[in-house]
């Protein structure tokens, strides 16, 4: 039994706050790839955040940076998103030590 999208779900979706939903069944098809890549695109975001971050704040430090406020804020976005991938790895982790722990 093949699981519909959620039409609420794809009108929010172009709005920038979810990513995009996919076809379930191109996901099925996919197999583990689909999450792999979703784990490896959120990994290169969050570096691309960290990177803006540090940029700002050396110009922060430098004196080069006129709006302390986009600082703040890519520092913040960049903390926020590293917690979130690493709660996402806890998770993972302690899936995949439940899926060992069973019997066959």
Request: proline share 2%.
């Amino acid at each position: 039994m093949a699981i519909g999208a959620i039409p609420m779900l794809q009108s929010v979706a172009g709005t920038g706050y979810l990513p995009s939903v996919q076809n379930t069944q191109n996901t099925q098809a996919a197999g583990g790839a689909g999450f792999g890549s979703a784990l490896a695109g959120a990994v290169d975001n969050l570096q691309a955040l960290q990177s803006t971050s540090n940029t700002l704040a050396v110009q922060a430090v430098t004196g080069n940076l006129n709006d302390i406020h986009s600082a703040t804020i890519a520092s913040t976005r960049a903390q926020v998103t590293l917690e979130l991938v690493a709660a996402v790895r806890n998770k993972g982790v302690d899936a995949f030590n439940e899926i060992m722990r069973m019997q066959a």
